[in-house]
C-alpha cells in the first residue's frame, strides 16, 4: 500500500472524512483506547502552540502511544529545506536526514511550520511540510502550515454536532474577516473554505476589500468542492447582506496578500475595517447562526464578550474536538485502513 500522509483535506474522499468524524465521536464518548500501543509521533513545531502541542500530546497519550515534542532552532538543530543548498549559515542539517532519520525512530510525524511572511509565491508551495513528506518513510500530519485540516475536521464535527447531522447542504456559511492589529497567516481561512464547501454549504467569503480575497487555489479548490457536493461559494465586501440569513458565522483575521511582506503598507487599510468585529448587531442580521473561531482570539477586537459569551458561540466544543479528531487520523493513519477509519 502507497505511503499515505494527512497533508490537506483535499486528498481525502468524503467517505473517509466522514469515516473520521465518526471515529472521532467515538473517541469523545470513550477517550481511552491502545489504538496507538507501542506506537510514536514526532511533532515538529516551527511556530508556537498551545491547542495542538496539548492535544496531539495527550491524544497520543490516551491511546496508549508516546508524542515526542520538537523545536528545531530551539531544543533541535536548525533545518535547511532548500535542494542543492551550501549548508554554512545557521542550520545544521538537512530535512533529508531528519525525515529518513526520524522515520527510523517514529511511527508519524507532525509538522506545524507558519508561512515566513515575506515572499507569497514562496510560502504557497508549502516547502517545509512537502520536504518532510518528500523524505519521510512514515506518515506525516499537516499541523498547520498554509491550511490547518486539523482545524477543518473539528469545526465541521462542531457543526454537526450541533446540527444533528453531516448533512449541512443548504446552510448558509459566512466566513468573515475580522480586524486584528497582526496580519496573520491565511491558513484558517483557507481551510474553511475547503471544508465548509465540501460539506456543501452555501459558503460567502466577506472581506473589507478585494485585497483581503484569499488566494486563488483555494478559491478554486472551493469552487470545484461546491459544484460536487451542492453547495455555492461567494465573495462579498458587504457586512449586512452577508451576514443577513445566515446559519454559521466563522471568523478569522488574516493578512492581504497583496502586500504580503509589506505589512506597513497594509496597516492603514486594515485600520480602516475594525467594523468587522463580529458582535451582538450583526449576529442579530443571522437565522439564528452559530458562532465560531479557531481560537485564540482577541476579545473585542475580533469579537464581542457578548458573542463569545453567548450560547451561540461554539468554539470551545471546536476546540475540544481538535483532540478528538486528531486521535481519529493518528489511529487511521498507523492502522492503514483510513477508508473504514469509522468501522
Same mark, same amino acid.
Given at each position: 500500500m502507497p505511503l499515505r500522509h494527512f497533508l490537506t483535506t483535499q486528498d481525502w474522499s468524503r467517505a473517509e472524512l466522514d469515516a473520521l468524524l465518526a471515529r472521532a465521536a467515538a473517541f469523545k464518548r470513550s477517550r481511552i483506547g491502545r489504538e496507538l500501543a507501542g506506537k510514536s509521533i514526532a511533532l515538529l513545531f516551527f511556530n508556537s502552540s498551545m491547542r495542538t502541542r496539548t492535544s496531539f500530546e495527550l491524544g497520543a497519550y490516551q491511546l496508549g502511544?508516546?508524542? $515526542? $515534542?520538537?523545536q528545531p532552532g530551539k531544543d533541535a538543530w536548525p533545518i535547511e529545506f532548500a535542494a542543492g543548498a551550501v549548508m554554512d549559515g545557521e542550520a545544521e542539517e538537512h530535512v533529508a536526514e531528519v525525515a529518513r532519520v526520524l522515520s527510523r525512530y517514529v511511527d508519524l510525524i507532525g509538522v506545524r511550520a507558519f508561512p515566513g511572511f515575506r515572499d507569497w509565491a514562496v510560502d504557497r508551495e508549502d516547502r517545509v511540510l512537502r520536504a518532510f513528506a518528500?523524505?519521510?518513510?512514515?506518515?506525516?500530519?499537516?499541523? =498547520? *502550515?498554509? *491550511?490547518?485540516?486539523?482545524?477543518?475536521?473539528?469545526? $465541521?464535527?462542531?457543526?454537526? =454536532?450541533?446540527?444533528? *447531522? *453531516? @448533512?449541512?447542504?443548504g446552510r448558509k456559511y459566512v466566513l468573515t474577516w475580522t480586524y486584528h492589529p497582526k496580519p496573520l497567516n491565511t491558513a484558517v481561512a483557507n481551510s474553511a473554505l475547503l471544508i465548509a464547501t465540501r460539506y456543501g454549504m452555501d459558503v460567502t467569503l466577506l472581506c473589507p476589500t478585494p485585497e483581503y480575497v484569499l488566494d486563488q487555489r483555494y478559491l478554486e479548490a472551493a469552487r470545484r468542492n461546491a459544484a460536487e457536493h451542492g453547495g455555492s461559494?461567494?465573495?462579498?465586501? @458587504?457586512? =449586512?447582506?452577508?451576514?443577513?440569513?445566515?446559519?454559521?458565522?466563522y471568523a478569522k483575521s488574516w493578512g492581504a496578500l497583496p502586500y504580503f511582506g509589506r505589512w506597513d503598507e497594509e496597516r492603514p487599510i486594515r485600520e480602516k475595517y475594525r467594523n468587522f468585529i463580529v458582535d451582538k448587531a450583526k449576529m442579530a442580521l443571522t437565522d439564528g447562526a452559530v458562532f465560531s473561531h479557531c481560537l485564540p482570539l482577541r476579545r473585542?477586537?475580533?469579537?464581542? @464578550?457578548?458573542?463569545? @459569551?453567548?450560547s451561540a458561540c461554539i468554539a470551545i466544543d471546536e476546540a475540544e474536538n481538535r483532540l478528538h479528531v486528531q486521535k481519529a487520523v493518528m489511529a487511521a493513519l498507523v492502522s492503514g485502513d483510513e477508508a473504514t477509519a469509522g468501522g
Open positions: 502511544g508516546h508524542a $515526542v $515534542v520538537l518528500q523524505y519521510a518513510s512514515v506518515p506525516v500530519i499537516n499541523l =498547520e *502550515t498554509i *491550511t490547518h485540516p486539523m482545524q477543518e475536521l473539528a469545526h $465541521v464535527m462542531a457543526l454537526a =454536532e450541533h446540527f444533528g *447531522t *453531516t @448533512d449541512l447542504r461559494l461567494a465573495i462579498s465586501h @458587504d457586512l =449586512e447582506a452577508a451576514y443577513r440569513g445566515a446559519h454559521v458565522v473585542n477586537v475580533k469579537a464581542t @464578550d457578548e458573542v463569545m @459569551d453567548s
